[in-house]
């Protein structure tokens, strides 16, 4: 069975920081691998996905993401963070060959100006 | 396309009353699912289908039931609601090529 890990819970940066967000992942099978934002009272907003192409994935807003099998890992970075980057992001993952889409439990992203 | 529609947007239960939370696309996926997300949570599974007819258990399924009688419509039904269900539910679908619609949500309360 598929799982998702997102370490750290709260991640806190200044502003023009860099952001690394944290998502390793378990599959038998090759994964699909998501990352979402979410701001307050908001539903989703689908950041970047990998679906086995390039291992490098750039998203929306800067963000960008790089698929590490031998690490299991998806994590996801953008250079400068902005102000309007805080919010709540979520690292999902679906096994290629089947339907269920598991989330993590969310990184909240704070930016200090 | 609508995209993922969701009713109803606010609900107010008592223990113990049932209801079905509508979520229905007109994108022609297969993949549909439903979501539950408390606050400062993370969104769990509740329950996934795969295709008309074809629906399955997720991380959360326990108190809930659903049906996919069209590849449009996928409703979730509490039957007997409890406190522990106050949450916000999402639907979503999810095109051939990856791309995901969530709904916008419905804010259930039960008291």
């Known amino acids: 069975a598929q799982s998702v890990t997102q370490l750290g819970s709260h991640v806190s940066v200044s502003e023009g920081a860099l952001v690394l967000l944290r998502c390793n992942y378990s599959?038998?099978?090759?994964?699909?691998l998501f990352w979402y934002v979410q701001y307050p009272n908001q539903g989703l907003q689908l950041l970047l996905k990998y679906t086995s192409a390039a291992t490098l994935v750039k998203g929306i807003n800067g963000f960008e993401a790089e698929f590490k099998k031998s690490e299991t890992s998806f994590h996801l970075t953008k250079p400068s963070a902005h102000m309007s980057d805080a919010a709540e992001y979520f690292c999902?993952?679906?096994?290629?060959?089947?339907?269920?889409?598991?989330f993590g439990q969310g990184t909240e992203l704070s930016v200090k100006p | 396309n609508a995209g993922v529609t969701q009713t109803p947007k606010f609900r107010i239960l008592k223990i113990g009353q049932s209801m079905t939370l509508q979520c229905a696309q007109d994108m022609n996926h297969n993949y549909m699912y439903w979501y539950r997300q408390d606050p400062g949570m993370g969104l769990k599974l509740i329950y996934y289908s795969v295709g008309a007819g074809i629906t399955d258990k997720g991380e959360v399924p326990n108190g809930y039931n659903v049906s996919r009688s069209t590849t449009e419509d996928f409703p979730l039904r509490l039957e007997l609601a409890a406190p522990s269900q106050t949450s916000v539910y999402f639907c979503a679908s999810i095109s051939t090529t990856n791309e995901q619609f969530f709904g916008p949500g419905t804010r259930l309360t039960v008291l």
């Open positions: 999902a993952v679906r096994e290629a060959q089947g339907g269920k889409l598991i």
């Open positions: 599959s038998s099978v090759p994964p699909y």
